[in-house]
């Protein structure tokens, strides 16, 4: 398809020789005057390529015409060449001033006019094309930044128990606040790269709440003075921090974030702190955060608050129950009040705002625009840019973030990630690196990279746990990676983008927790409950096969505790725990019941009772000076079937028959032993002596028991 070129002359004889030197390759719109050339910019705006304008014109002359294109902005995507027998300087230096690129004088010389038109015309394409490509390269570092973002949040959040949506939440009232403020010419000259620096460093604003002690930070009750003293020294930690880097004290990000994690608690009235700034003394950047950051505490649940509602917030807010705020700030809230309880949904739900490809490319424009930079020069800024934001969300968050290429493979790190793990920055070929290897300790990361092979463009997050040696020291490391697919069809796995975050004393710390929630603190073996719900999954899943339960307990253990004391009963209890470790085999389940009594829950093949018995024979031994014996009842499956409860009674039926018949041996469940228990309970509830009394219950394993 050729390109478009306007030609706006009311001489038609200037207009048919112009078409007759380009109509081979260009097709050409006419326009007898100003008022005819705005119409057709209006309606051919995105596919012109080339204004050719004459000064002098009936209705509406050259110049006003470049006026309309400023007004409009058609003029920074519209190359304009102004051609004119009107040749005197001041006429050519005002054409400029309004932005024409090149003026012809006439009579024109084809061979100038056919030069001039191609190279402004390929002049723009270029730039054009420039923009697009800094644009969508913008586009996806800033979708990665907002990755950034969301992972520093979690970070400087996680302290006082929430979510890293806190962040997120200022992030986005922040940018509705500002981009609101712009459309409505209240923003005192902000621009979408402001929107972009300042929503961006919002998420620093509570940094300094890491060095804050739990017990305060953490406090659901109202704070003491000294307490609140301590909380308010988050805002000049958190700007000592950033003033205390050894790198990047100049770019605007860093002075944008100490300003607002210096002064985010300053209020408008000078009743805030920590330097008691009031008015337009607050930097307007720390200003608009505040007043997201007081928003978002208002509206979200807190250890010491539950969330009050979007409009008591908002009443909250304007009635001043939360501090004095810039009028012009209160009034953008409230003109976005009725959009912004669904825009802080959608921010949470989709982890971050969208970013619009447009948006994108107006940010990439305005700075085409705002410095006078060769196309090379502004392409390197950019990235330098991009560059430095994310090695400096990566030093403040101490965490291991790479890059991974399949072509060619490779492994890019960040300088402080690359220390910590003792890897270079570069690394090719990372599957084949003796380095990377060595750290999995011969396991590889097949695994990891298998898992990211199977995402796709919509599920591309991959969340791997995996033991990794650092410093000769075997730790528990999380990786979160996203693979990155291509954008043909159908898509290509291209490479991934992730961090590894140390989560040892977590992990260890949950392995704590778990085994407190399913072992025994004295012995170690399995609690009753837990062993209960395991023994009823493998039932579930096994109907058929072959199982047995075994419920023992430790002859006259009474007397270790009545002649040796309590402590050496404990020693007792873990010894004979030890013991039954040492006699079943992996797949059996050991538990203790209570006080002296144990429980097995096994598999057998063929023959139940060999196995038995030597369990049996394994537990009877000397602890010290204390003999050990033990009475053992054992409920096989074949018999009794596989519900559980049926199960565990039966085999304490066999129990206490052991008990009754002089203990210090073992005995299988038959049906003579069902009515057992009523027998005993009966006994329990009148009708015999207190001897017949305490003999049932000897009978019963009572006796043994603390």
């Known amino acids: ?68 294109m400023n007004k409009h902005k058609w003029i920074e995507n519209i190359p304009v060449i102004m051609i004119s027998s009107e040749s005197a300087p001041a006429h050519v230096e005002r054409a400029y001033g309004l932005g024409i690129v090149d003026f012809i004088s006439r009579p024109f010389d084809a061979l100038i006019v056919h030069r001039r038109v191609v190279n402004t015309i390929l002049l723009y394409a270029k730039q054009k094309k420039l923009v697009g490509l800094v644009a969508d390269q913008m586009y996806q570092k800033e979708r990665q930044a907002g990755m950034m ?57 509570d940094i300094g709440k890491i060095v804050i002690p739990d017990e305060v930070l953490n406090k659901p009750g109202r704070l003491t003075q000294e307490e609140f003293a301590i909380m308010k020294n988050h805002t000049l930690v958190g700007a000592k921090m950033l003033d205390d880097l050894p790198f990047y004290q100049d770019e605007p990000l860093i002075r944008t974030a100490y300003e607002i994690c210096r002064w985010h608690h300053e209020r408008y009235d000078g009743r805030g702190y920590p330097d008691g700034l009031k008015g337009d003394e607050i930097p307007l950047s720390a200003q608009i955060v505040a007043l997201a950051d007081v928003y978002d505490a208002l509206t979200s649940e807190r250890v010491y608050k539950k969330a009050f509602s979007h409009e008591k917030a908002i009443h909250m807010i304007l009635n001043g129950e939360c501090g004095q705020f810039n009028p012009v700030l209160l009034q953008c809230l409230t003109d976005i009040a009725g959009t912004l309880e669904k825009e802080m949904h959608n921010s949470s739900k989709n982890a971050q705002r969208h970013i619009d490809k447009r948006e994108m490319r107006n940010v990439a424009e305005e700075m085409f625009h705002r410095e006078e930079l060769t196309a090379s020069e502004r392409t390197l800024q950019l990235l330098e840019h991009e560059r430095m934001k994310y090695s400096f969300f990566a030093d403040m968050s101490e965490e291991v973030q790479f890059e991974y290429t399949v072509s060619p493979p490779m492994v890019m790190l960040f300088a402080l990630g690359a220390k910590k793990l003792g890897l270079n920055e570069i690394i090719l070929d990372p599957l084949r690196d003796e380095k990377v290897q060595a750290m999995s300790g011969g396991e590889g990361y097949g695994t990891l990279s298998d898992a990211l092979r199977s995402t796709t463009p919509e599920q591309p997050i991959v969340k791997h746990d995996q033991e990794i040696w650092i410093d000769g020291e075997k730790r528990w490391m999380r990786i979160i990676a996203r693979a990155m697919w291509s954008q043909e069809e159908p898509p290509r796995y291209t490479g991934t983008i992730g961090k590894v975050i140390d989560i040892h004393d977590e992990r260890v710390r949950l392995d704590t927790l778990r085994q407190m929630a399913s072992h025994d603190p004295l012995t170690g073996l399995f609690n009753r409950r837990y062993a209960e719900g395991r023994i009823k999954e493998r039932l579930a899943s096994r109907p058929d096969g072959r199982f047995a339960l075994v419920i023992f307990d430790l002859d006259h253990f009474k007397q270790a505790n009545d002649n040796y004391g309590h402590m050496f009963g404990d020693q007792v209890l873990g010894f004979m725990a030890e013991k039954l470790r040492q006699s079943i085999r992996g797949g059996d389940i050991p538990a203790r019941v209570g006080g002296d009594e144990f429980l097995i829950f096994l598999e057998y093949k063929l023959d139940v009772e060999t196995v038995i018995q030597r369990i049996f024979d394994s537990l009877i031994g000397q602890y010290e000076d204390f003999k050990i014996s033990v009475s053992m009842g054992v409920a096989k499956t074949k018999d009794i079937g596989t519900d559980y409860d049926t199960l565990f009674h039966a085999a304490d039926q066999a129990l206490y028959t052991v008990k009754r018949s002089g203990r210090g041996r073992y005995c299988f469940y038959d049906e003579s032993m069902r009515d057992m228990l009523s027998v005993i309970s009966s006994i329990d509830n009148g009708g015999e002596s207190d001897n017949d009394k305490e003999s049932a219950n000897g009978a019963a394993g009572k006796e043994g028991e603390q």
Do not use: C, W
């Open 1 to 68: 398809m050729k390109q478009k070129i306007l030609i706006a002359d009311d001489s038609e004889m200037n207009r048919s020789i112009l078409a007759d030197m380009l109509e081979e390759e260009y097709d050409i719109l006419e326009a007898e005057d100003g008022v005819e050339a705005i119409g057709i910019l209006q309606k051919y705006e995105t596919s012109i390529s080339l204004l050719l304008l004459d000064i002098v014109m009936p209705n509406m002359d050259g110049f006003e015409v470049l006026v309309m």
């Open 149 to 205: 973002v969301d992972i520093l949040g979690h970070i400087v959040e996680f302290r006082n128990g929430e979510s890293g949506q806190h962040v997120l939440h200022i992030r986005t009232l922040t940018e509705l606040l500002l981009e609101y403020m712009i459309h409505q010419d209240v923003g005192h000259g902000l621009t979408d790269l402001d929107i972009a620096l300042i929503s961006t460093a919002s998420a620093l604003h």
